[in-house]
């Protein structure tokens, strides 16, 4: 008998096993079992894609219409020529050796065949395809009483054991096939009949799970589930099996993070609880409005937090404009009173130094301790970047140093750079999809003795709930939904540029008008076009799934959405997308030479950058043409109309945040997404959909959703992430919820699993080799 951590060639033989292992990393009884069937066929029905790209090793189910033996054109000797038809192709066949193949392929046989796909004259061809002949529907026997076959099956044949060497036809005779990810070299149906072999010997497979568990979610048991995955007579069969291993992969994952959050919790903090006559009072006194519900409870939350002698590890998401830096800096300031410094980061220079304008002025003599008009208790904020002049850095990283600074703004670098705080107790990321776990822990790692810093995670990116409990499920989340009172929602419209070039004219002179009445305007462009590497609308991606699940290193490279990758083949046909250094010079000597324009994109000096910024947010320019820069954070007011060039090249969340930069203020924001799709096609009912709903969390799931056949889930569902086979971040929220849940009561009465060897198994699996590798990425 054989258990799961069984090697296969003693059971399968050093051939087979060897194959096995070659061509899918398979060793052990485990291993093969959790190589999962991709699908199930019916008898009779499509087997392969219904048009594989060439090249692709393809597997399907035909019927022989035609076959004749006919001579080689260019050289001696004959070939057997087929006509085979699945239900939903025909594919031409042919085979070399027509002497022994003819009397087995004759017109009336059914087979499975096997094969990499060619294409001539767009008739899809097999050349020598390994076959299998298969018993009829109405239960006739094989030919001859015996199975024929060639290819791996004579290979087969030769190891099998037992006196009829043959293959269990039972494999093939049943309502369901099950067809696995295959290769020249092992054919789907040499799994099969392995697998068979295997859970012919198999031991009943302990169930990690307890049974009152099962019980609950109406799970079926973990052998049974193995079994039924492999050899399902019914498709309610399929369904029992895969829901249940399902559920162990999501349990797995779950785990790993419930045990994360369980050992950041189990590290000491600073406790910081509120003081009524600290400055976090005093920043409430003199705040010009009124926090909404939805800041006042997220505060509460932050507060509650802080209060322990616990690190707090929270997400704070909310749409652009929610008010989540101010409910942050409340925060910080409660920090501050407890005696402790706080650290803001954000990704960019621009943005940090846009941060300390703001914080600065929101906190008013709040932040002058040391200068004139300093209110009581006040604090100092403080910029550290790469670009200051040495004495101005020094001065700064003194006052971090010294503590004299209460709040230190940077960028990721000052964390990486090894900044010297007094006494830090906070930190603040704002903008996380660039910040992952080790990030994170790098973090803690830089408080004093024992003491790790509370951390809190900004991001204005709605995220899906499945990737809020898996990628970034380490953290506990706190959501702004409500926008404060009395702005306007933003109002969007596609403008497809090849039907209607007046529309576009009509978008310039709409930022005239806007222009006319003291407003301000953005032009977005999706490359920046001086001439160096012609990329940046990728450049600060909205949500970046890639990164989350490391994409970049899958064994097949997935192939990227062209939203990602606006790099244009030179001289190529496609269109050329318009450059922000073009548009601009455009612009100015054109429809708006009237108003004054200015440039901003990545590859600027930082000096110049944040001058144009500063004339910007001052309204000394009136419409920025720019690149993907202006996607996070950034906040004028003021600013009303934002034009997106080649809008189609941006990812859906991307606009949702870009659009975001308008309509901050008291006055209607309007969005204008130009685009050169013609109406109708799918681009241009993406940019539609955007269009249709300032709803956040709705466009996130749509970007999911337009991503699955791409790369986040290719990425994470091949090779990369190896534990998980069957869940789908986009299909089951609710099996990743019920194992979170799980996991949480799990990891609370038994933090190190002992008192549950099966689990801790499965979470020793999932972290094995690089396989959890996509969750340190995040
Ligand atoms: P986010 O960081 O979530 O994009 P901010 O905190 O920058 O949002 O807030 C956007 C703008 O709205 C800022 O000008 C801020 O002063 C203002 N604001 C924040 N909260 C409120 C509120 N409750 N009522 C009115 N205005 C607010
Ligand atoms: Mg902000």
């Known amino acids: 008998m054989a258990t799961l951590t069984d090697r296969l060639d003693h059971l399968l033989g050093r051939k087979m096993a060897d194959a096995l292992a070659e061509a899918f990393d398979i060793h052990t009884v485990e291993d093969l079992l959790r190589h999962y069937p991709q699908r199930y066929a019916t008898q009779g029905a499509e087997l392969g894609e219904s048009k594989p790209p060439e090249g692709a090793h393809i597997t399907m189910v035909a019927t022989v219409v ?4 006919v001579p080689f054109k260019n050289r001696n000797g004959k070939m057997l020529r087929t006509a085979l038809e699945s239900d939903k192709q025909r594919v031409d066949a042919t085979f070399f050796n027509p002497q022994k193949v003819a009397h087995v392929i004759k017109p009336g046989v059914r087979a499975m065949f096997s094969g990499t796909a060619k294409y001539f ?5 097999l050349t020598h395809p390994s076959y299998l002949i298969l018993p009829t529907g109405d239960g006739e026997p094989v030919i001859g009483g015996r199975v024929r076959g060639s290819g791996e099956l004579a290979g087969m044949a030769r190891s099998a054991q037992g006196a009829d060497a043959g293959v269990d036809m039972e494999i093939f005779d049943r309502e369901l096939i099950p067809m696995y990810r295959s290769t020249r070299d092992v054919e789907t ?5 392995s697998l068979r072999q295997v859970l012919d010997q198999l031991d009943d497979v302990p169930d990690p799970l307890p049974d009152a568990v099962r019980e609950d979610l109406g799970l079926i048991g973990l052998d049974e589930a193995l079994r039924l995955v492999h050899l399902p007579e019914t498709n309610d069969d399929i369904d029992r099996a895969r829901e249940r291993l399902r559920f162990d992969e999501a349990a797995a994952l779950q785990l790993v993070l419930a045990q994360r959050r369980h050992a950041v919790d189990e590290r000491v903090a600073p406790a910081c609880p509120p003081r009524a006559d600290g400055l976090a009072a005093a920043f409430d006194a003199q705040l010009p409005f009124t926090l909404t519900d939805g800041q006042l409870a997220v505060a509460e939350e932050i507060s509650a937090d802080l209060s322990r002698p616990h690190p707090m590890n929270r997400l704070l998401q909310g749409e652009v404009g929610s008010g989540k830096t101010v409910v942050a800096l409340r925060a910080m300031l409660q920090a501050i009173d407890a005696g402790h410094q706080c650290a803001l980061l954000a990704p960019t220079e621009v943005l940090a130094a846009q941060h300390a304008r703001s914080v600065r002025q929101m906190l008013g003599g709040l932040a002058m301790a040391g200068e004139l008009g300093a209110a009581e208790h006040a604090t100092r904020v403080t910029l550290v970047t790469g670009s200051m002049s040495v004495p101005a850095k020094r001065a700064a990283l003194n006052e971090a140093m010294v503590g004299d600074a209460g709040i230190v703004i940077g960028t990721h670098a000052l964390i990486q750079e090894g900044v010297t705080f007094f006494n ?14 080790k990030q994170r822990d790098a973090l803690r790692a830089r408080a004093r003795e024992g003491l790790s810093p509370h951390v809190l995670v ?12 898996t ?10 939904r409500e926008l404060p009172r009395g702005r306007s929602p933003i109002v969007s419209s596609v403008v497809p540029a090849g039907e209607k070039p007046a529309w576009v004219d009509r978008a310039w002179q709409r930022i005239l008008e806007e222009v006319a009445d003291g407003r301000q305007a953005y032009v977005v462009c999706s490359r920046i076009g001086d001439g160096d590497e012609d990329d940046e609308a990728g450049g600060e991606p909205a949500l970046d799934l890639d990164d989350f699940f490391g994409g970049d290193s899958g064994p097949e490279p997935t192939p990227r959405k062209p939203a990602r990758k606006p790099k244009q083949p030179k001289g190529g046909d496609a269109p050329q997308t318009a450059a922000a250094v073009a548009v601009f010079d455009e612009l100015r000597s054109g429809p708006l030479a009237t ?6 994109h990545g590859r600027l000096p930082s000096d110049e950058k944040d001058a144009v910024m500063r004339d910007f947010t001052a309204g000394l320019i009136d419409v920025l043409v720019c690149t993907t820069v202006v996607e996070v954070g950034v906040d004028v007011p003021n600013a009303t109309v934002m034009v997106i060039v080649d809008a189609d090249r941006f990812g859906v969340s991307q606009l949702h945040q870009l659009r975001g930069r308008v ?14 799709m013609k109406t109708g096609s799918p681009p241009f009912q993406r940019l539609s959909a955007v269009a249709g709903t300032n709803d956040g969390f709705e466009l996130a799931q749509l970007d999911l959703a337009q991503r699955r056949e791409g790369d986040v889930l290719g990425a994470a569902q091949s090779g990369n992430v190896k534990t998980l086979r069957l869940l789908s971040l986009l299909d089951h929220e609710d099996v990743i919820a019920s194992a979170r849940e799980f996991a949480q009561q799990v990891v609370a009465a038994d933090p190190d699993l002992t008192e549950h060897p099966g689990l801790a198994s499965m979470v020793t699996a999932a972290l094995d080799a690089d396989r959890i590798e996509f969750l340190e990425k995040s």
Do not use: Y
């Open 663 to 676: 309509g901050r203020g008291k006055h209607q924001g309007l969005c204008i997404l130009v685009t050169g």
């Open 121 to 125: 004259r767009e008739q899809l061809q």
């Open 595 to 600: 108003v004054r324009t200015g440039l901003l």
């Open 458 to 469: 900004m991001t204005a990116t709605p995220i899906p709930r499945t990737i809020a409990m």
């Open 424 to 437: 830090l107790g906070m930190v603040v990321v704002d903008e996380q999809h660039r910040f992952g776990v």
């Open 66 to 69: 035609k076959a004749e033996v």
């Open 189 to 193: 149906w040499a799994i099969a009949n």
């Open 471 to 480: 990628v970034l499920g380490d953290l506990e989340t706190s959501t702004l």
